[in-house]
């Protein structure tokens, strides 16, 4: 993880923290990054091994979401303890520290929102439709949170009542700072929780999977059923607004499309391995030379308007891969 120290901080994340400043809807001018103070670094050292000394497991699962690490100078905050923006991958501020615990738990907390965040672009999170009307209201603030920003904290709050935990377990409770919320975030993600089982039908898959398991249900959500559709014999290609990019370490396909927003598909297994060959021909594949196991693979490809089919009566071209249809 880095930490911005150089003295030009402040003119290259000056636009980042005048956004996140915004966003928290703190008054004031947007704060100034701490640089040259050779004991804060020592504490964020300190933080970041708590972390990985009492929590592993959260340690690996949250902070490889969180790549730059930004201590405020106090003086210029305005009490901001820690912040971090969807705008803005990766990057956490925090206030300066006093302990290492108080940076272990900021990373925990803002760590927890950065993997949301890229759980939310890369999973079914939320539907379109979700309704507007339906707000949170906390019991411990005058807040009201809509159905997304009450997810993104039932997950903070979940991450953190398991970082709480492991803190008692480690007999270290009494390091909790005064401003600390691991003494509330059981009861917290309890309530936010709660909430959001009535609020299920907003929810997309993996959202409503995330939800259950972190509250510890036995009832989980139904598994998604395939797609069945039949597929009809033709040629099928790769719809021509598509661009497609493989993780080399994983062999996972992120398929795109430009839009309003635009639309991510995160593919594995067969379904990425078809569509890599289905960009490899650039007139398309016909039906008899796509293996009959994968014939519902190409079905949900269709069903997601990832691959196209040019029908039974196209002829793909030789040259760019268009088709003509017969009578045209």
């Given at each position: ?12 994340l ?15 001018r947007p ?7 050779d ?7 300190a ?11 959260l ?6 979401h969180?790549?730059?690490l ?9 009490g ?12 956490v ?10 940076v272990?738990e900021?990373?925990?907390?803002e760590?927890?929102?950065?993997k949301?965040?890229d ?28 159905v ?5 904290a ?6 953190l009542a398991?970082?709480a935990?492991d ?18 975030a ?11 089982r009535?609020?299920?039908e907003t ?13 510890c ?5 139904a598994?998604?059923q ?10 099928y ?17 992120l ?30 594949l ?17 069903e ?11 002829v ?10 017969k009578?045209?």
């Open positions: 993880m880095k930490l911005a120290t150089a003295d030009r901080a402040d003119a290259v000056g636009e980042a923290l005048r956004v996140i400043h915004a966003q928290s809807l703190s008054g004031g704060p100034r990054v701490l640089t040259g103070d004991e804060v670094l020592a504490v964020v050292r933080g970041l091994d708590k972390v990985r000394e009492v929590s592993p497991a340690a690996d699962d949250l902070l490889a969180v790549d730059l930004v201590v405020l100078d106090p003086a210029t905050s305005g901001l303890i820690s912040a971090s923006s969807r705008l803005f991958p990766g990057l501020l925090i206030d300066r520290p006093a302990s290492a615990h108080e272990a900021a990373l925990i907390h760590g927890a929102h950065q949301f965040f759980l939310a672009v890369t999973r079914n999170f939320l539907g379109a439709d979700a309704a507007e009307e339906r707000t949170f209201r906390p019991s411990w603030s005058a807040a009201v949170w809509p997304e920003q009450a997810v993104a039932f997950h903070a709050y979940a991450c398991q970082f935990e803190v008692r377990a480690s007999g270290e409770e009494t390091e909790f700072g005064s401003n600390s919320l691991l003494r509330h059981r009861a917290r993600a309890t309530e936010i929780g709660h909430w959001l009535g609020a299920e929810l997309e898959f993996d959202a409503r999977w995330l939800l259950h398991t972190l509250l249900d036995e009832d989980e959500p598994t998604v395939p797609v069945t559709r039949p597929v009809s014999p033709g040629y290609t790769l719809d021509p607004l598509l661009r497609i990019a493989r993780m080399e370490t994983t062999g996972r396909v398929a795109g499309r430009p839009g309003d927003p635009p639309e991510l598909h995160w593919l594995d297994g067969d379904a990425a391995d078809l569509v890599v060959r289905l960009s490899r021909a650039p007139s398309g016909s039906l008899a030379e796509i293996e009959s196991g994968l014939r519902p693979v190409l079905a949900a490809l269709c997601a308007t990832v691959v196209r089919a040019a029908g039974a009566g196209g793909p071209s030789s040259s760019d891969g268009s088709t003509h249809r009578g045209n």
